[in-house]
């Protein structure tokens, strides 16, 4: 997957709709539902049907950097727009992004580690255009970061969402909870989507099984 450079300001790209996303390769992710077996909660274990899992399949990523930010847009089909949770079975949609904090090769399906953690973006429906930055060492440990250095613009239309997050390359001043990006260097990366009409949440959502490499150009 690659990172494409772009002479485009953060203004432009932070916006899902702006007409230079249309300069940047797309790539199409097949979507693969979380297994139950790697659910931290026994409840969810009980109560939930695998096959039911995971409603969204196919994701677009596209990714950009301007030498000093980074942005990605994340595009897929979804037939109804939950911003709420409005009953026991019906939560908010949402997004992620995961990649290793530390490098090397974390378990995906398992959030990481104790050894090597993940670092994930994290955006909901209902957060608005507001982004969390988490940390998470392995099922069950996803903490929040008191700061996020985050962006994240989203659209709903046409039956579909489009969300972008945008970020430093750099967050030096938060080295221990934020993974370091450079132009000209590779990073793994892997994507989630919640569908709140299939009362998705937490471990319960689609996510792409495989790390991906991801290249950003010089």
């Known amino acids: 997957m690659i990172c494409k450079k ?26 693969d539902a979380t297994p139950l077996a790697n659910q931290p909660s026994e409840y969810i274990k009980a109560s939930r049907d695998e096959k039911q899992i995971g409603k969204i ?24 727009q939950n911003v709420d949770i409005t009953d026991n079975n019906l939560f908010p949609d949402g997004c992620g992004i995961l990649m290793p904090l530390n490098g090397g090769d974390p378990p995906i399906d398992e959030m990481g580690s104790k050894d090597w953690p993940v670092n994930a973006w994290f955006w909901r429906a209902d957060f608005k255009d507001v982004a969390r930055n988490t940390i998470a060492r392995g099922l069950g440990t996803t903490q ?22 945008a970020r430093p390359l750099a967050v030096p001043q938060q080295q221990s909870e934020t993974v370091q990006l450079e132009a000209g260097k590779s990073v793994k990366i892997g994507f989630a989507i919640w569908e709140g009409s299939n009362g998705e949440r937490a471990g319960v959502k689609s996510f792409s099984k495989e790390w991906r490499e991801l290249a950003l150009e010089i």
């Open 6 to 31: 772009v002479a485009v300001a953060r203004e432009q790209l932070i916006d899902p709709v702006a007409a230079e996303w249309k300069n940047v390769p797309a790539e199409p992710l097949k979507m």
């Open 144 to 165: 929040f970061s008191k700061q996020c250095p985050i962006q994240v613009k989203s659209t709903w239309g046409n039956a579909a969402w489009a969300v972008v997050f």
């Open 57 to 80: 399949r196919n994701l677009l990523v596209q990714a950009a950097h301007n030498g000093s930010d980074i942005f990605f847009r994340l595009t897929w089909e979804d037939e109804s």
